[in-house]
C-alpha cells in the first residue's frame, strides 16, 4: 500500500523529477516499517540572491504506531547538499535508520548487554594463593591469584569491589579475568 505522502517545496518551482526523486525515496521506507501511517516532506531551496555555497535543506516527518520520526539534516555540515538529489539521498537515508531503530524497538528486537558478575571480596587466603568472592545473590566464588587482572593478591582487602567472568570449576563456581572495581563502576 503506497505511503500517505505530502511534499512541500519553498524557494523553488515544484518539479516533477524531485518530487518523483521523493516518491522513489518514500517508497523505500516500507522495506523498514509496514505500518508507516504517513509522510511528510520539506524542500527548502536556498534564496535565489546568494553565489556559491546555496545548501538545500531536506527534512522527512514521518508518523508510526507509536511515535513520530523526523530526519532534520543541517545542510551547513554538508557541502554535498549543494546538489538536491544529495540532500534528498541523505534525508531519507537518516529517516530509514531512524525508522529500522523504532522498528526493533517496538519489536523488542534490542541488544541487552549483560553487566558481567560482580561481588566483595570476602576472604583471602594467602599461603593458598587465592580467595573467594561474595556475590549479591549469597553465593561464593573461588578465584586463584592468576585470574587477577588488575591488582595483586596481596593489595586486595576483605570487602574490596570486583567483577569477574564466571566458569564452572573443579569444586564449584570459579572466578577468571577478576578486576578491581570501585563504587561508582558498580550497576545498579
Same mark, same amino acid.
Given at each position: 500500500?503506497?505511503?500517505?505522502?505530502?511534499?512541500?517545496?519553498?524557494?523553488?518551482?515544484?518539479?516533477?523529477?524531485?518530487?518523483?526523486?521523493?516518491?522513489?525515496?518514500?517508497?523505500?521506507?516500507?522495506?523498514?516499517?509496514?505500518?508507516?501511517?504517513?509522510?511528510?516532506?520539506?524542500?527548502? *531551496?536556498?534564496?535565489?540572491?546568494?553565489?556559491?555555497?546555496?545548501?538545500?535543506?531536506? &527534512?522527512?516527518? /514521518?508518523?508510526? =504506531?507509536?511515535?513520530?520520526?523526523?530526519?532534520?539534516?543541517?545542510? *551547513?555540515?554538508?557541502? &554535498?547538499?549543494?546538489?538536491?538529489?544529495?540532500?534528498?539521498?541523505?534525508?531519507?537515508?537518516?529517516?530509514?535508520? +531512524?525508522?529500522?531503530?523504532?522498528?526493533?524497538?517496538?519489536?523488542?528486537?534490542?541488544?541487552?548487554? +549483560?553487566?558481567? =558478575?560482580?561481588?566483595?571480596? *570476602?576472604?583471602?587466603?594467602?599461603?593458598?594463593?587465592?580467595?573467594?568472592?561474595?556475590?549479591?545473590?549469597?553465593?561464593?566464588?573461588?578465584?586463584?591469584?592468576?585470574?587477577?587482572?588488575?591488582?595483586?593478591? #596481596?593489595?586486595?582487602?576483605?570487602?574490596?569491589?570486583?567483577?569477574?567472568?564466571? #566458569?564452572?570449576?573443579?569444586?564449584?563456581?570459579?572466578? &577468571? &579475568?577478576?578486576?578491581? /572495581?570501585?563504587?561508582?563502576?558498580?550497576?545498579?
Amino acid at each position: 500500500m503506497p505511503i500517505p505522502l505530502e511534499i512541500t517545496i519553498h524557494n523553488m518551482d515544484p518539479s516533477p523529477a524531485v518530487e518523483a526523486a521523493v516518491r522513489e525515496k518514500a517508497a523505500k521506507l516500507e522495506r523498514h516499517a509496514d505500518k508507516i501511517i504517513g509522510c511528510q516532506v520539506r524542500i527548502d *531551496a536556498p534564496h535565489k540572491h546568494h553565489g556559491k555555497g546555496n545548501l538545500y535543506h531536506v &527534512s522527512v516527518e /514521518i508518523q508510526v =504506531p507509536g511515535g513520530e520520526i523526523i530526519a532534520n539534516r543541517d545542510p *551547513a555540515k554538508n557541502h &554535498s547538499h549543494e546538489d538536491l538529489y544529495v540532500a534528498i539521498r541523505d534525508a531519507f537515508r537518516a529517516a530509514g535508520r +531512524q525508522l529500522q531503530d523504532h522498528t526493533r524497538v517496538r519489536r523488542g528486537k534490542v541488544k541487552q548487554h +549483560q553487566v558481567p =558478575p560482580h561481588g566483595r571480596v *570476602a576472604q583471602l587466603h594467602l599461603d593458598g594463593n587465592y580467595g573467594i568472592i561474595a556475590t549479591a545473590d549469597g553465593r561464593e566464588v573461588y578465584f586463584h591469584r592468576n585470574g587477577l587482572l588488575n591488582a595483586k593478591l #596481596e593489595d586486595l582487602k576483605l570487602g574490596a569491589e570486583v567483577r569477574f567472568d564466571e #566458569e564452572p570449576g573443579d569444586k564449584g563456581p570459579q572466578a &577468571s &579475568s577478576v578486576s578491581l /572495581i570501585g563504587k561508582h563502576h558498580l550497576p545498579s
